[in-house]
Nanobody, 124 residues
Framework: QVAESGGALVREGDSLRLSCAAS????????VAWFRQRPGEKREFVAA????????SYADSVKGRFTISGDNAKTTVTLEMNSLKVEDTAVYFC???????????????????WGQGTQVTVSS
């Protein structure tokens, strides 16, 4: 189980940090990913980090602006979002899956644990 926090209303160009907490135990042996969903659209991959923290992956649309990282205790995964754009407006979801591999899937269907989502709104 995971729980997101940190969503807010910000201006274009601002920064925002989202957090994903492991509500039970830690993220040891879990891949953790962020997805987002705009109204009327499919949920899309944003970023992922492997259980070891050694591997990360980003969608092209956020590469260079967003950074995913995990804390040493493996209880929280953070998505640092910089240079936010209006098109980043969406509900952001944290997801995790049991894995001890460095492979980072981008499909929603392979992630078994999802949070409720947190709204990020970027105004122009």
């Amino acid at each position: 189980q995971v729980a997101e926090s940190g969503g807010a209303l910000v201006r274009e160009g601002d920064s925002l940090r989202l957090s994903c907490a492991a509500s039970r135990g830690t993220f040891s042996h879990y891949t953790v990913a962020w997805f987002r969903q705009r109204p009327g659209e499919k949920r899309e991959f944003v970023a992922a980090i492997s259980w070891s923290g050694r591997s990360t992956s980003y969608a092209d649309s956020v590469k260079g602006r967003f950074t995913i990282s995990g804390d040493n205790a493996k209880t929280t995964v953070t998505l640092e979002m910089n240079s936010l754009k209006v098109e980043d407006t969406a509900v952001y979801f944290c997801a995790s899956r049991d894995s001890v591999y460095e492979f980072l899937p981008t499909e929603t269907g392979v992630y078994g644990y999802w949070g409720q989502g947190t709204q990020v709104t970027v105004s122009s």
